[in-house]
């Protein structure tokens, strides 16, 4: 298995171009399965979960045809046709490797009237349920059984009559589960206490183009009316905020100066706050932002929350940035009950956190020393990475397929900007 080598010290000096988002991409693939026509994403990132879930999409009868795009390239432009769905079985093997899958349910549902997707268990970083993502369909009308470790979900009489649901907890997947079986439904829907991620609205915008009606799109009531038949359209796919998020502090602990070409201030503000509050300097323009590290880095509390606060995404790459900082930071994890993974890994590296349930305090230190460590999820990897390139000495991150999931070509856009980092096989 492949890991990485840091050798630290290299200030970051350049651009890193923002590639498209993971988790839009997550849910804009499968609004590919409630038309006959093709549906064209551009700007998808290459990652392991893309071609994970293009794979799953093959298991319904989608053609996925990917066009030019030069190894060389970033992203890659990529057309999903669902003309006519051969199977409405999502099986386990395909589901275990992507928690994601779960969001074919409901565009199945709403096209095929009934899906039977593998339950995704849970994770590193929690226990995962998606009770809410089943309440909400059941609230438009679909019955649903468990059995065997599936959901089979079915629309009485084909089409789900819709309905409205009020989320007890906000939760990104369930609403994009619950807009994507409410567009074709009979009636109007309606979803209170939604989430409002940048991703929700990409996923209104791609639906919006395919001919849904939606009202409140970024905001946390929303209304969609069902309608006969969506078409084809082909869309770009946001820039990944959290990847942006991450070189942007990478580029903070070298006391770099890094531009984020693409990179969306607007989507990313709760970052961009947090980032001020340490210490560095963000220069925002409509094409990207400016990432500037002027002097000692200081310590702050940060909490993490749906949007508009502060990402979870964002808790473990921030906390690495933190453990050189001058003086104490609390961070609060409230969306995750286990995002601490990185913690044990840190601390070998010389960093200073104790935890305690939710709350983790970073106690700065001058030096952070390369170690070989244990990548155990995904921003837990970058966290390393992050540390990484600021310790003294060289670091190896093994498990590199956690980060294969969500970071394109990570060490050649920080090679682009200085970094010694390079990826080998393992002896
Ligand atoms: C592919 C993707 O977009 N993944 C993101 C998505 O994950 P995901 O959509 O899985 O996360 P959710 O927003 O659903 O989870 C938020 C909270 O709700 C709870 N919950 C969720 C569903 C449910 O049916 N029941 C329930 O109790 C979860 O355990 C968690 O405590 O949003 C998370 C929160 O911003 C991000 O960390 C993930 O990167
Ligand atoms: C937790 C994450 O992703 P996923 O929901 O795909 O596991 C993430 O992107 O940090």
Do not use: W
Not at 121 to 142: M, S, T
Not at 277 to 290: A, P, T
Not at 398 to 416: A, I, M, V
């Amino acid at each position: 298995m492949d890991k990485l080598v840091i050798r630290g010290g290299n200030r970051l000096v350049g651009t890193i171009p923002i590639s498209g988002a993971k988790n839009a991409a997550l849910t804009l693939i499968p609004c590919a399965l409630l038309t006959d026509e093709p549906v064209t994403l551009r700007n998808l990132p290459r990652l392991a979960d893309i071609d994970g879930f293009q794979h799953l999409m093959t298991q319904f009868g989608v053609s996925v045809a990917i066009q030019g795009g030069r190894p060389e390239d970033f992203g890659r432009v990529v057309t999903y046709e669902a003309t006519r769905l051969t199977s409405t079985v999502a099986p386990y093997d395909l589901v275990r490797k992507m928690r994601a899958s779960i969001l074919v349910l409901g565009p199945m549902l709403a096209r095929a009237g009934e899906a039977t997707v593998s339950m995704p268990g849970g994770c590193a970083i929690g226990n995962r349920p998606i009770d809410l993502h089943l309440k909400a369909l059941e609230a438009f009308g679909a019955e649903i059984e468990l059995a065997q470790g599936y959901v089979k979900a079915v629309a009485p009489g084909g089409r789900l009559p819709g309905g409205e649901f009020d989320f007890p907890v906000v939760s990104v997947g369930a609403t994009e589960n619950a807009l994507m079986a409410a567009v074709l439904a009979k009636g109007t829907s309606k979803l209170f206490n939604a989430a409002r991620e940048p991703e929700i609205v990409d996923l209104c915008n791609l639906l919006v183009a395919m001919g849904a009606e939606i009202e409140g799109i970024g905001t946390s009531d929303l209304v969609i009316h069902g309608v006969d038949r969506l078409h084809g359209a082909t869309y770009r796919v946001m820039s990944d905020r959290i990847e942006a998020g991450s070189y942007a502090c990478a580029a903070a602990i070298t006391g770099g100066d890094v531009r984020l070409e693409g990179a969306s201030a607007h989507d990313m503000a709760s970052t961009i706050h947090a980032l001020r509050n340490i210490g560095i300097e963000i220069d925002e323009d409509k094409n990207g932002i400016n990432v500037r590290a002027p002097g000692p880095l200081k310590a702050t509390n940060l909490t993490t929350a749906p949007y508009p606060g502060l990402a979870t995404d964002m808790q473990a790459q921030l906390m690495a940035l933190l453990c050189k900082a001058e003086g104490t930071s609390v961070l609060k994890e409230t969306i995750f009950e286990n995002r601490y993974m990185h913690v044990p890994e840190l601390n070998r590296m010389g960093a200073n956190i104790e935890t305690e349930g939710r709350t983790a305090i970073v106690k700065g230190t001058d030096v952070l020393t390369g170690a070989e460590v244990m990548a155990t999820d995904l921003r837990a990897s970058m966290s390393l990475v992050i540390a990484g390139l600021a310790a003294e000495g060289e670091t190896t991150v093994r498990r590199l397929y956690h980060l294969d999931r969500g970071y394109e070509r990570l060490e050649e856009k920080l090679q682009l900007v200085g970094a010694d980092i390079e990826r080998v096989g393992d002896d």
